[in-house]
């Protein structure tokens, strides 16, 4: 991503690591931030407010398309992850501000395509992360008396539980 200070705006580019070269994906006058990458290359899901608080939305990475709106919702969306098979996307939204603040919902990428809460809490869930081989979800949360990363199994059933003590950056994805 890079900033436009005159314009108070941000773009994403593309930057190719074998011919160093660079190539502008969107153009948009509005601030497009958390790119997230479909595993196989072809996808880009980022966060723009350039019709509403933070929508989503998607172009395919080699800028053959404008991006369209994959995730909108009245309040801010933030995409954090793709699932290693492609057909999950992770975002958190405070889409329920009031009643549940900040959390963390997926989008299948396939299928009915309806995004559906994985956690859905009083608290605020944020910054996830797929983990590899896709059996968990790495979490930050400000939930009283835990640790700061936390996993929940995906699809479910099962608790979070706490797997880290500190937090620099967030989660980041293991081998689970």
Do not use: C, M
Not at 71 to 85: C, E, I, L, M, Y
Not at 123 to 145: K, L, M, Q
Not at 155 to 164: N, V
């Amino acid at each position: 991503q890079v900033a436009d200070t005159r314009a108070g705006s941000t773009s994403l580019w593309v930057y190719g690591l074998t011919r160093q070269t660079a190539t502008r994906l969107t153009f948009g006058h509005a601030i497009e931030t958390t790119p997230v990458v479909t595993p196989d290359g072809t996808r880009v899901f980022f966060s723009s407010d350039a019709l509403s608080p933070f929508d989503i939305y998607e172009p395919p990475l080699d800028g053959s398309e404008l991006p369209w709106p994959r995730v909108a919702s009245p309040n801010a969306q933030f995409a954090t992850g793709v699932s290693s098979d492609g057909q999950l996307l992770l975002y958190w939204s405070n889409q329920t501000q009031v009643t549940t603040k900040q959390d963390l919902w997926v989008l299948p990428l396939v299928g009915d395509a309806k995004p559906r809460p994985f956690l859905a809490t009083p608290a605020i869930e944020r910054e996830g992360a797929f983990s590899p081989a896709g059996r968990w979800i790495a979490y930050t949360s400000d939930v009283p008396g835990a640790l700061p990363v936390l996993v929940k199994p995906i699809p479910g059933p099962g608790a979070s539980r706490p797997i880290s003590g500190t937090s620099e950056s967030g989660p980041h994805s293991s081998h689970a």
